[in-house]
Structures are given as C-alpha cells and as structure tokens.
C-alpha cells in the first residue's frame, strides 16, 4: 500500500525566514510525486510534478526537489501570502489516482 | 481557461438520505477523479472516471458511487448518508500525459 507522511505538521516563520517541508513516501513504481497548496475553504491548487530522483523545479519562492525516498518543498524569504496547507501526493502503480498526505500547515507572521 | 466547477458549493442534509454532487472538467480533459478531504482522514480517493468508464475505485462502501457522461462531466451519489459523510468532495480532472490534477473548489457537504 503506498504510504506518504507529511513533516512538519505545522510550521510558523517570520517573513524572511527560510525553510523546507518535507515529504517521505513508500511507494511500488512512481509515476510522479505532487505538490500541492490548499487555502481555507479552497481545492488544492497545482504546484510542482516531479518524476525522478535528482530533479528539481522552481516557481517563485518554491523549490520542489526529489529522491528516491522522499521530497522536499524549500520556500525561500517567504511572506504571508505564502501562508497555506501545502499537501505532498504521489501516483503510483496503474490508473490515475493520488495518494496524499496530511499536509504541513505554514504560517509566515510580519 | 475555466477551471473544474464543482455544484453545489454546500449542502446540508440530514441523515438517511441521499445526494448528488456534480463536476464539469476542463474542456478537453477526460479523466475525472473524486476525493473525500476531512480534519481526521485528510484527502482519500473515492474513483476515477475515464470516458464513461470506472477505471480506479478508492477504499469507500457501496453508499459512494459516481458515473460520467459522454461530454465529461461526472456526477457522485452517497446514498443512506451517515454523519461521517459529512466532508469537502473534491473533483479533479487531467488531461492525460504529464499533466498535473487540476481541483475544483470543491462541495462541502454536511450531513445532521
């Protein structure tokens, strides 16, 4: 059964303040890890797919790399906009489905 | 684009019934996914649709059952509603290939 485990739970900084989430995942056959952000009330909204260990994807504030065991989601001088659920799921096996985790709940205080 | 819409946007229901949640996907995409999200459970798969077809079913009882039409769109029904169905219902659509899963925002749903 394929496993994905979210740390921290929580997680508050000071705008300005770097520092990485984390996503570990047991899986049989990838197919793609995601990232995902999740406002109050909102679906999660797309961020990152990445497909092999070694890669590395960026958009903005947010850096999204892999390895063959977990992922981590690096948000460098982050502000309060950036405040949200960041939720890690992955796609493994055959059809479409996603396997989430719990998700790290961020904070960013002025 | 028009992303996924998902109606209605709440729902208050009362035990013992039934419900119907409806999602259109991006024009074009025909894969449609749905997912439970509660505080307890967080997101977990319901099933996925793929030209009318049920091609993945998530770990639910038989009260969960959805279908999809000709033109993509895809409806879920929860039948004998029990508290516990109270949540957020996700749809999700893709294309295919690489793409990501696009959300809908999303039918709350609370069950008294």
């Known amino acids: 059964e394929d496993q994905v485990t979210q740390s921290p739970e929580a997680l508050r900084l000071q705008e300005g303040e770097s520092s990485s989430l984390n996503c570990s995942y047991t899986?049989?056959?990838?197919?793609?890890l995601f990232w995902y952000r999740q406002d109050p009330g909102k679906g999660p909204e797309f961020l990152f797919t990445l497909y092999s260990a070694g890669e590395e994807k960026e958009k903005e504030r947010l850096k999204a790399t892999l390895t063959k065991k977990e992922s981590f989601l690096h948000i460098t001088a982050p502000k309060p906009e950036d405040s949200a659920t960041y939720l890690c799921a992955v796609e493994a096996g055959g059809g479409n489905k996603l396997t989430f985790g719990t998700g790290t709940q961020l904070k960013v205080e002025l | 684009k028009a992303g996924v819409t998902q109606t209605p946007r709440y729902l208050i229901k009362t035990r013992g019934q039934q419900v119907t949640l409806s999602c259109s996907p991006i024009?074009?995409?025909?894969?449609v996914s749905w997912y439970q999200q509660t505080p307890g459970q967080g997101l977990q798969f319901l099933f996925e649709y793929f030209s009318e077809t049920q091609r993945n079913k998530g770990n639910f009882p038989g009260r969960f059952s959805g279908r999809q039409f000709s033109n993509s769109r895809s409806e879920m029904n929860v039948s004998t509603l029990e508290l516990g169905d109270s949540a957020l219902y996700l749809c999700?659509?893709?294309?295919?290939?690489?793409?990501?899963?696009?959300f809908g925002s999303g039918t709350r749903l609370t069950v008294v």
């Open positions: 899986v049989s056959g990838l197919r793609g």
């Open positions: 999700a659509s893709m294309k295919g290939g690489t793409e990501g899963y696009t």
């Open positions: 024009s074009g995409h025909r894969s």
